[in-house]
């Protein structure tokens, strides 16, 4: 996911928000990962927005793609320039109506952005993980979140809402704890990775990897790889948005420069843009921690984890009501993976809707501010709510 | 009849009508929703529906009703037997290109299938092609044989011999003469066959 949060917001906000933090797995009761091993304390990051209602039952966990964070809206401090990242769709009167709703957004294992990951401290050692740090999967985060619905008394979400990474964490939720989860909403996501998806991701991978300041994950005391860090940021932004969007948006427009230089320096606007994204990327993504969120999105399978390779036996585990959203331009999870999902949901007897939103902005069009999303997911929880909440 | 806030089409009405309460519905090309809403509303039903416009889905879905954007001839195929009581194809009939296979696959997943459609053997037809000369263009098909979606010339009596060679049995059938844009009609006891604007027609299994 990029970056589109403009300065100061539209309309309403949340105002100005904490980071908690939620512990769990305290050694001797580490957390048995998918891969055998062991992890703990974890620590989570995460936010909330609204008030949870004495029946604890308009809670909706909002769960992040690749490069996100707990910090979905609102702003940290009255200095703060940027509101969270999608601070378009959650917030009083909002598509996710904070008025209503008690929304919860929560970091995920192996992310840096105050959860535990490679880039903290191992407490064995005393230094940081690095490559020590255990492989996670979508399952592992999931689990981990969890134990922090429960922290919080909550016994059943009205909805959790996710898109990319985010959406697989979604189906991940609907298939583990199924009780839990009246209504999910995958947008932009797909129920496993294509061959194509999980070749930009190694690509990016290779990117890092290749970085000599890269050190096998051991740079914490030295330079970084920011230079690998920010070539894979470039490649998976290229694969967030689509030819559409970067012909209407570069075109083959300089950068002001009227003709070539002939030389390697940056001269498209389309090629400086990136490099931008690239640089800015780097001051706030950890290498190491896009290595093992990557390699959890590669990992998940819906089918083969939940339901003996049967997709459709995977979501008749499933109890919620879902709504489905691709966009018409995302060549990164395209339409004809959200209609595989809707396929499935639909044989295994469970609720579905499905509208695939035209847009140009390719795989990133669920971050852009867009008002038939916001009335879409509306309508839908106004729904849930009435069914469930009343 | 309790009517809900917007008026609803005439031949939506009757088909409301005869759906029990508290059943399981499927509205092929539901629009916008305006008889899923009603029969929610007013029939206490669990519906869904199926269309193909994704600004229809988007109203469709703020309003809180299940409905998958696609085509309907593909999404029959998705569901298990048996999954719905009553399957609505409602004034769609015409523009089907498999009509066989989607009757069928409605009488799959529901146990019973609402099938309406301009009849074309309205005297106002019989007589535009006779005098003339013309292919017909009626206020229920509006359109000029190169443009018309609708792609079959349907009438009462070509239903009802249908069923008897596909297979289905005819349950119950009404004719109307009513404009599909106009809320007013009324039911056609006498000649239907060359009265009315439209069928209706309640089918299941052999």
Redesign the interface.
């Known amino acids: 996911m990029s970056e589109y949060t403009q300065k100061g917001s539209q309309g309403n906000s949340v105002g100005i928000v904490d980071k908690k933090l939620h512990t769990t797995a305290e050694p001797p009761g580490e957390m048995v990962l998918e891969c055998g091993r062991k992890l703990g304390p974890i620590t989570l990051a995460y936010e909330t927005y609204g008030t949870l209602n004495a029946e604890k039952s308009n809670a909706i966990l909002i769960l992040h793609a690749l490069s996100g964070d707990a910090h979905v809206a609102g702003f940290h401090s009255k200095e703060d320039e940027k509101p969270g990242w999608w601070d378009s769709m959650v917030g009083p009167g909002k598509g996710i109506d904070t008025d209503r709703y008690f929304v919860i957004c929560s970091n995920i294992i192996g992310s840096c952005m105050g959860s535990t990951g490679p880039c903290t401290i191992n407490p064995k050692t005393v230094t940081p993980y690095g490559l020590e740090f255990p492989v996670v999967t979508i399952g592992d985060m999931v689990r981990a979140q969890k134990t922090l619905i429960d922290a919080l008394g909550i016994k059943r979400l009205l909805a959790v809402i996710g898109g990319s990474v985010g959406g697989m964490q979604v189906l991940e939720w609907c298939v583990r704890y199924p009780d839990m989860v009246a209504a999910a909403i995958p947008l932009a996501t797909t129920t496993r990775h294509s061959a194509l998806a999980i070749a930009f991701n190694e690509v990016a991978r290779q990117a890092i990897m290749a970085d000599p300041n890269w050190n096998n994950g051991d740079y914490y005391y030295g330079d970084r790889p920011e230079t690998g860090l920010a070539v894979a940021r470039m490649i998976g932004h290229v694969t967030y948005l689509s030819d559409e969007s970067m012909r209407l948006k570069f075109g083959r427009r300089l950068q002001d420069k009227s003709d070539f230089s002939f030389n390697f320096s940056p001269e498209f606007q389309v090629e400086s843009y990136l490099r931008y994204q690239g640089k800015r990327f780097v001051e706030r993504f950890d290498a190491n921690a896009f290595l093992y969120i990557t390699k959890a999105a590669d990992y998940f399978d819906l089918a083969e984890q939940h339901g003996n390779g049967s997709t459709i036996e995977a979501f008749s585990k499933m109890m919620a ?1 879902f ?1 489905v959203i691709s966009f018409t331009s995302d060549w990164l999870y395209p339409t004809y993976q959200s ?1 595989e999902m ?2 499935a949901i ?2 295994a ?1 469970r ?8 847009a140009e902005w390719g795989h990133d069009a669920f971050l852009i501010p867009n008002p ?1 999303l916001s ?2 997911l ?3 929880l ?2 849930v709510f ?1 069914e469930n909440a009343r | 009849m309790k009517m809900p806030g917007k008026m609803m089409r005439f031949d939506l009405h009757l088909i409301a009508s005869w759906i029990k309460p508290g059943t399981r519905v499927l509205d092929l090309g539901c629009g916008e929703g305006s008889l899923l809403e009603y029969l929610i509303q007013n029939k206490n039903v669990k519906g869904s529906g199926i269309e193909q416009n994704e600004s229809r889905v988007a109203k469709c879905i703020e309003k809180g009703l299940s409905v998958i954007q696609g085509d309907i001839n593909q999404e029959v195929e998705d569901y298990p037997d048996n999954s719905f009581d009553y399957v609505i194809l409602s004034q769609t009939l015409q523009q089907v290109y498999a009509p066989d296979d989607l009757i069928r696959s409605m009488l799959h997943i529901g146990k019973m299938g609402i099938v309406s459609f301009p009849n074309f053997s309205h005297w106002r037809v019989r007589m535009h092609l006779l005098v003339t000369g013309y292919a017909p263009v009626t206020k229920q098909l509006p359109y000029q044989w190169f443009d018309t979606p609708n792609i079959r010339v349907i009438t009462l009596k070509d239903f009802r011999k249908f069923a008897r060679e596909v297979g289905y049995r005819i349950l119950k059938e009404v004719a109307i003469d009513s404009q599909s844009v106009n809320k007013e009609g009324n039911i056609v006891r006498v000649l239907p066959d060359i009265r009315a604007t439209y069928g209706i027609f309640l089918i299941g299994k052999e």
């Open positions: 009501r709504l209609r809707v396929r639909k044989k007897g609720d579905a809707s499905f509208c695939e939103i035209e038939r009335s879409i509306g309508g839908f106004d729904r009435n």
